[in-house]
C-alpha cells in the first residue's frame, strides 16, 4: 500500500488522500514508461514531488485514468484533484511505500 500526504517543507503532514488503493490499482495497469512522474512512484519506497511537478502528475493521472474502468477512473480523478488542491510554495505531495 502506498499512503499519500501533503506535506509542509518541514515535513509535517497537512493533509492525508484517503483512497490510497485507487494509486495502487492504477500502478498495477502499468502506466507508460515514458510518464515523466507516474513512472517514479516506489511502492516499496518514499517518493515526492514539489509544486512544480503537481500540473504534470495530475494531468499524467488523469490521462492514465482516462483508460481505465469508471470506478477507478473517479477515484483517480480524486486523487488528481488532492494533488491539484495545495499548490503553494514549498507544499509538497509525498508518496510513502511500504
Do not use: W
Amino acid at each position: 500500500m502506498i499512503d499519500i500526504f501533503g506535506v509542509d517543507e518541514a515535513g509535517s503532514i497537512r493533509a492525508t488522500f484517503p483512497d490510497c488503493e485507487a494509486l495502487h490499482a492504477l500502478l498495477d495497469a502499468r502506466p507508460s514508461q515514458d510518464s515523466c512522474c507516474l513512472r517514479f512512484i516506489d511502492p516499496y519506497g518514499d517518493t515526492t514531488f514539489n509544486q512544480l511537478q503537481l500540473p504534470v502528475l495530475a494531468a499524467e493521472l488523469r490521462a492514465a485514468a482516462a483508460n481505465g474502468a469508471p470506478a477507478l477512473r473517479a477515484r483517480i480523478e480524486a486523487l488528481a484533484a488532492f494533488v491539484e488542491s495545495d499548490r503553494e510554495t514549498q507544499m509538497y505531495v509525498k508518496f510513502v511505500g511500504d
